[in-house]
């Protein structure tokens, strides 16, 4: 299973709708964003990746007061063994009316033997 479909599954468990990439219909109320960011291969003496560590950033939007829901997103994702490497408040959009909210998360995954 790759990190992204484990985050939306996650994430969906809160109650929020969820898109990779952008929101592609009209935004609710409250709904996170994924985002890849990085993919990456640690190596052994023997220069062969055993392990990949993948990552990507939660942004939670919300027009209300994001806080319970940042609270429940962040124990589903420790409760679900994930690391979090980031958190922190992005800003309010006044555009939009939306607080923006981001979590980095991390896992690391066993490669396949090639």
Not at 53 to 66: D, G
Request: charged share 25%; hydrophobic share 35%.
């Amino acid at each position: 299973m790759s990190l992204l479909s484990e985050i939306k599954s996650v994430v969906e468990s809160c109650g929020l709708s969820v898109e990779t990439g952008v929101f592609s219909d009209a935004p609710p109320k409250q709904y996170a964003v994924i985002t890849p960011l990085a993919d990456t291969f640690e190596l052994d003496a023997d220069d062969l990746p055993n392990y990949e560590t993948q990552e990507v950033r939660i942004s939670l939007f919300s027009k209300e007061n994001y806080t319970r829901l940042k609270n429940e997103l962040v124990r589903s994702l420790l409760r679900s063994e994930f690391t979090i490497t980031d958190r922190r408040y992005v800003g309010h959009e006044n555009d939009t009316g939306y607080h923006h909210y981001a979590i980095d998360v991390a896992k690391i995954y066993e490669t396949e033997v090639i």
